[in-house]
């Protein structure tokens, strides 16, 4: 191995202080990733003819929904012997900025909070539970490219030891052999997924069915989720002895769920789009 075709990476995760307030590019990429997706869920409603006031109550749903399902999806799926084993560890499930979001409880919450957004605001819009996921699917794939940019910045979920010239030395984690970085293998999965889904919204919506892009999402989205979690470090100890890790465990309802989907959607055949 010539380790001089290795990237060192010792990014300082806080971009900036602010007095006491640090400034992460995690956090910094998180919300950015909400405020893309607000910009794309605007066109979708200018599109389809929903009404733009609708916009700030979905982000707040979106935002909420996201960051409890994901702290949640961390402490009962990865360290539930510790934050459900005391007092102390129990306080800690209400700190996220201690670390710990796990993107399968993200999107169950997600499923959840848009049930009830679709049932709050859909039957008197014009668009339904499906259509809401839909659209969502497109912003969350580019919001999840974001996402893993801060892990990534966070020298946080990389992979194993590899050989290749672009594996990456986490200095800031100890580390001294290159790594595989696996969130830059997601998040540029997730872009393109992201580019595939806006471009058959943008050019062939009125010829799909409800359902279709949220069923694509979730086979490829986590397809590649559970392909990428060979190569990845174990997150907790008890993954070093199971044949599929937590995240790919988790992940393969979720393809079975799009699969369903796309099943659905061609046995209803209800026009992607709304109609104006």
Same mark, same amino acid.
């Given at each position: ?56 109550? =979905? ?65 008197? +819009? ?9 659209? =969502? ?15 990534l910045? +966070? ?12 594996g ?27 580019? =595939? ?27 590649m ?15 070093? +002895? ?35």
């Open positions: 191995m010539i380790e001089t075709l290795f990237i060192h990476w010792h990014v300082d995760p806080v971009l900036l202080h602010l007095g006491p307030l640090a400034i992460r590019w995690y956090s910094l990429l998180f919300i950015s990733g909400f405020i893309l997706g607000w910009f794309i869920f605007r066109g979708f409603f200018r599109r389809e003819g929903v009404k733009e006031e609708l916009l700030d109550s =979905l982000l707040y749903t979106l935002l909420f929904g996201t960051l409890i399902g994901a702290r949640l999806g961390h402490c009962i799926f990865y360290q539930p012997e510790y934050y459900f084993g005391s007092l102390h560890g129990f306080l800690e499930i209400f700190m996220p900025w201690k670390g710990g979001l796990a993107s399968h409880g993200g999107t169950i919450m997600l499923l959840i909070a848009m049930w009830w957004y679709a049932k709050h605001y859909g039957k008197k +819009n014009g668009f339904d539970f499906v259509w809401i996921l839909d659209h =969502l699917a497109i912003a969350t794939a580019f919001a999840a490219c974001f996402i893993r940019l801060g892990n910045f +966070n020298s946080e979920i990389y992979g194993d030891v590899t050989a290749l010239p672009w990456f030395i986490f200095d800031l984690r100890g580390e001294t052999l290159p790594k595989h970085p696996t969130q830059l293998y997601e998040a540029g999965s997730y872009l393109l997924l992201g580019v =595939l889904l806006m471009g058959l919204y943008k050019f062939r919506l009125e010829k799909l069915y409800r359902g279709t892009f949220i069923g694509i999402f979730f086979i490829i989205c986590f397809g989720r559970f392909l990428i979690e060979f190569i990845k470090e174990p997150q907790v100890g008890f993954e070093e +002895n199971m044949a599929l890790n937590m995240g790919q465990l988790l992940s393969i309802p979720f393809i079975l769920l799009g699969i369903g989907f796309l099943i659905w959607a061609y046995a209803k055949k209800i026009p992607a789009a709304l109609k104006k």
